[in-house]
């Protein structure tokens, strides 16, 4: 069944809204009046399916400027168009102020007929048109959750029997017969090998979907004490010198996303080493509304042509000391976590000189 078009129309002057209603009467379009701006208001919250609001600016209780405003600031009302009535010569500045307050459009009275249907004409097209992209973006969402459950299912009932075949597989590296060939063993070394990957891969998956599907609290974290705690969990190398700034801040949030995202981008400065000390320095400024940290390493660097690549699913950097190392996945699982908190993650490296990691998280 096709919705109606809903108009609400204020004006504290009931004969003003039955003309107004009169003009505007069409199939497919509904109305509903009030005559003050609390009543106005009133409406718009109780009922959700309002497409447009015409607003006289003129009114005793409530101005229309004030009923704007509070409609913009409602989360259930943000979205609703406003177009003001007013029967006075509006100047730039006036005008200039309704638009702040939040409405898109001014009609002068006495209303030109013509020009009053055309204008809303305009408003109902923009409104079925947002409906539609509305509802697509939500099926959209709803394939993504559904395909992303499945992607969990898929890689959660794959570790059972993975952890089974590697386990067969070092029990039979240590048979005696397989110890005297050579060949043998070094097929079997192979095939455990490419099982550690391919759990590594499941295991990457299984973070993935996490990231999107987990709805973690929130709480005081001390970002300096989150990155020595975590930095002792991830068993450097003697190697592998890292140097946390004194200056980081307290911050209300997720502390597993945090440390996920700290995880990935420090396990990968440990991971991807190719000098025989490795340098890591971890720090973050105060940019305002965000706190912008980074994650510095003089490791085998990125190119150019890779920067914004390598944060895609899947994507990997061309790099011959890779080996195999990475899935692809946890860069976009650290982009999906930062952009969750309306930051954006970036890299600024040298090719053979190393990277620094940036990314912005919300406070």
Request: one cysteine or more.
């Amino acid at each position: 069944m096709t919705t109606k078009f809903k108009i609400l129309l204020v004006d504290d002057h009931k004969a003003n809204l039955l003309v107004l209603q009169r003009m505007l009467e069409t199939e497919g379009r509904t109305f509903v009046l009030a005559t003050t701006g609390r009543e106005a208001l009133d409406i718009a919250r109780e009922q959700d399916d309002i497409g447009l609001v015409m607003l006289d600016v003129q009114m005793p209780d409530m101005d229309g400027y004030e009923v704007a405003r509070q409609l913009k600031a409602h989360p259930q009302t943000k979205d609703i168009s406003v177009i003001f009535v007013t029967a006075t010569n509006k100047d730039e500045e006036d005008m200039l102020k309704g638009f702040e307050k939040g409405a898109v459009d001014y009609l002068p009275k006495p209303l030109h007929k013509h020009l009053t249907r055309a204008k809303v004409d305009v408003f109902e097209r923009l409104y079925y048109s947002q409906r539609e992209l509305k509802m697509a973006l939500k099926a959209k969402e709803q394939i993504n959750g559904q395909l992303e459950r499945f992607m969990h299912v898929v890689a959660h009932d794959l570790k059972s029997p993975l952890s089974g075949i590697t386990s067969l597989l070092l029990i039979l590296r240590e048979e005696e017969e397989l110890q005297q060939s050579t060949e043998l063993l070094s097929f079997v070394d192979m095939a455990v090998d490419a099982s550690h990957k391919l759990a590594d891969m499941i295991s990457a998956i299984l973070e993935y979907s996490r990231a999107h599907q987990d709805n973690q609290p929130e709480e005081l974290v001390a970002v300096k004490e989150l990155l020595a705690t975590l930095v002792q969990l991830l068993f450097p190398p003697a190697n592998v010198h890292i140097q946390i700034t004194d200056d980081l801040p307290v911050l209300y949030t997720s502390r597993q996303k945090l440390q996920q995202v700290f995880q990935n981008l420090i396990s990968n400065a440990i991971k991807y080493v190719d000098k025989p000390q490795v340098e890591i320095s971890i720090g973050g400024e105060d940019k305002g509304e965000y706190y912008e940290f980074f994650v510095k390493d003089n490791g085998p660097g990125i190119a150019d042509k890779d920067n914004e690549r390598i944060f895609r699913l899947f994507e990997k950097v061309d790099n011959d000391d890779d080996n195999g190392k990475g899935t692809g996945i946890g860069l976009n699982i650290l982009k999906l976590l930062v952009e969750t908190q309306g930051g954006k993650v970036w890299v600024e490296s040298v090719k053979g000189e190393g990277s620094c990691f940036y990314f912005q998280w919300r406070k």
